[in-house]
């Protein structure tokens, strides 16, 4: 939203450096992902736009509650917890 100039938050935290979370470009370039559940890299594959799947994370998504964000609805359709 920030980057559409449609959200201008007066503070916000960069969590890019915590280790904990998992980018849509580390799922896209996972080689077992890809065999065992294939499903999650397509979806990530159609998340955004590159530089939102190299920065954003899994959990990130997850947490946001936008219904247009496909991430939601993969790991439903997966029954991820």
């Given at each position: 939203?920030?980057?559409?100039?449609?959200?201008?938050?007066?503070?916000?935290?960069?969590?890019i450096?915590?280790?904990?979370?998992?980018?849509?470009?580390?799922?896209?370039?996972s080689?077992?992902?890809?065999?065992?559940c294939?499903?999650?890299?397509?979806?990530?594959?159609g998340?955004?736009?590159?530089?939102?799947?190299?920065?954003?994370?899994?959990?990130?998504?997850?947490?946001n509650?936008?219904?247009?964000?496909?991430?939601?609805?993969?790991?439903?359709?997966?029954?991820?917890?």
């Amino acid at each position: 939203m920030m980057k559409i100039r449609l959200a201008a938050p007066g503070h916000f935290a960069d969590i890019i450096g915590i280790a904990a979370g998992t980018s849509q470009a580390e799922i896209l370039s996972s080689g077992l992902l890809g065999e065992k559940c294939p499903s999650l890299p397509q979806a990530a594959a159609g998340i955004a736009d590159p530089q939102a799947r190299n920065c954003g994370a899994v959990g990130d998504n997850r947490a946001n509650g936008d219904p247009g964000d496909d991430c939601p609805a993969i790991m439903m359709a997966l029954d991820a917890s």
